[in-house]
């Protein structure tokens, strides 16, 4: 059973078009939930840390939310080479004997086109 | 920065051979881990590592094996190759303890195996 999901699979945006990505998770207690950025071809760069419901993070047209249930990335103004695979992963409370494991959703393929 | 390094950006190998896939850090990092990640299945977990010389199952060990004989070195080894271990493999380590990086993991380049 899948413990973090992400929504949509793909998105197609026209650049300037704001949009946000979700990433929904089912672990009991969370530690962390972290986004990534992953180019074709190339392993995943990270992004961002949330650790706390309300918490918010930001860098350039990137903007990552926490609530208790689910995290969203909002791209606002999105360029080109905003284009990629964002993937979100949560540390769970509850794995005492896997400290440091991450669960890692799917992934949003988001296309952005001039 | 971090940084991990894998040995080898793109691997071809026969059927039956012994693979030995390398990744280092430098940053001092208790955990590492390797991945394999394939289209539309995501990124699985094969094995993982907290402590030198320890080692734990991910998700999908079958078929694999690990050695971690040195802090920054962490070997990914498919002990007789198969055309379904034709896959990217990534590396990632992280901090256990510290500060507000708590628990993120950073990855290497990633290696294309693919395996005839």
């Known amino acids: 059973e899948d413990q973090v999901t992400q929504s949509p699979e793909a998105l197609r ?12 998770y089912t672990v009991s207690g969370l530690r962390g939930l972290f986004w990534y950025r992953q180019d074709p ?25 926490l609530t208790k249930k689910e ?7 999105p360029k080109p080479e905003d284009s990629a695979t964002y993937l979100c992963a949560v540390h769970p409370a509850d794995r005492g004997s896997t400290l440091g494991r991450l669960y890692f959703g799917r992934g949003t393929q988001l296309t952005v086109w001039p | 920065d971090v940084k991990v390094t894998q040995s080898s950006r793109y691997l071809v190998k026969r059927t039956g051979e012994k693979v030995f896939l390398e990744c280092v850090q430098d940053m001092d990092h208790e955990n590492m881990f390797w991945y394999r990640q394939d289209p ?11 402590d030198v010389k320890m080692k734990e199952k991910g998700d999908i060990p079958e078929g694999y094996s690990v050695s971690r004989e040195k802090k920054e070195r962490f070997s990914l080894i498919l002990e007789s190759a198969s055309t ?31 395996v005839t």
């Open chain 2, 84 to 114: 379904n271990q034709t896959s990217m493999y990534l590396c990632a380590s992280s901090l256990t303890t510290g500060g507000s990086t708590l628990y993120e993991q950073y990855f290497g380049p990633g290696t294309r195996l693919t």
């Open chain 1, 41 to 65: 071809g190339k392993g995943p760069e990270f992004l961002f840390t949330l650790y706390s419901a309300g918490e918010e993070k930001e860098k350039e047209r990137l903007k990552a939310t």
């Open chain 1, 71 to 77: 995290s969203f990335l909002h791209i606002t103004a």
């Open chain 1, 13 to 24: 945006l026209q650049e300037g078009e704001s949009s946000s990505l979700n990433c929904s």
């Open chain 2, 40 to 50: 539309g299945l995501g990124l699985r977990l094969i094995y993982f590592s907290y």
